[in-house]
């Protein structure tokens, strides 16, 4: 059985599609950020507002990421 051999970006970014989507999924289901919310888990509202947005940032970054990887290497 011969499986073809695919180039590193395209590979990477094979790699980054599920880690994406998981930070995608915890971020939104922080929304909407609310003080209650964040005082369930015991932290200050603002730790709660980066964590969300954060991890919606960061799912969006590597997608982002390894599209400009692949459209910009050689």
């Known amino acids: 059985m011969n499986i073809p051999k695919l180039p590193a970006p ?12 998981m ?11 609310t003080e209650t919310s ?15 947005y954060g991890e919606v940032g960061s799912a969006v970054g590597l997608i982002v990421g390894g599209i400009f990887g692949i459209m910009f290497t050689k």
């Open 23 to 33: 930070f995608l999924q915890q971020g939104l289901s922080k929304f909407p950020v």
């Open 38 to 52: 964040a005082e369930s888990f015991g932290l200050p509202y603002i730790v709660w507002w980066f964590v969300a």
């Open 10 to 21: 395209f590979a990477t970014f094979l790699l980054r599609i599920p880690l994406s989507v």
